[in-house]
């Protein structure tokens, strides 16, 4: 069984700047991709940013240019860096990973348990 683990969500006003990490834990082998994706109410939980092993990077163009991924393999763990925040960031940000399982050298899609960024005008 593979957790994920959010932290760093929180209120900040518009043009500030917060840091989410998100740390996987359990019988790992290895870690494919890692991300962030948001949900606004009423609306679909979209990709914010994604990162696979080797370093390559994929952003939401409204994240480009003001938010960073980046990830610790040692440490199984994946951050996002906000700056230069606007209301619109306002959602529940969402941890994914795809952690290869010991027992089964497959990977599973799992989920954290969000953390809401809110960002006031």
């Known amino acids: 069984q593979v957790q994920l683990v959010e932290s760093g969500g929180g209120l900040v006003q518009a043009g500030g700047s917060l840091r989410l990490s998100c740390a996987a834990s359990?019988?790992?082998?290895?870690?494919?991709?890692m991300g962030w994706f948001r949900q606004a109410p009423g609306k679909q939980r979209e990709l914010v940013a994604l990162?696979?092993?080797?370093?390559?990077?994929n952003y939401e163009d409204s994240a480009k240019g003001r938010f960073t991924i980046s990830r610790d393999n040692a440490k199984n763990t994946v951050y996002l860096q906000m700056n230069s925040l606007k209301p619109e960031d306002t959602a529940v940000y969402y941890c994914?990973?795809?952690?290869?399982?010991?027992?089964?050298?497959?990977?599973?899609?799992?989920w954290g348990q969000g953390t809401l960024v809110t960002v006031s005008s």
């Open positions: 994914y990973a795809e952690p290869v399982v010991v027992a089964t050298k497959r990977y599973l899609e799992v």
């Open positions: 359990g019988s790992i082998f290895s870690i494919n991709a």
């Open positions: 990162i696979i092993s080797g370093g390559s990077t």
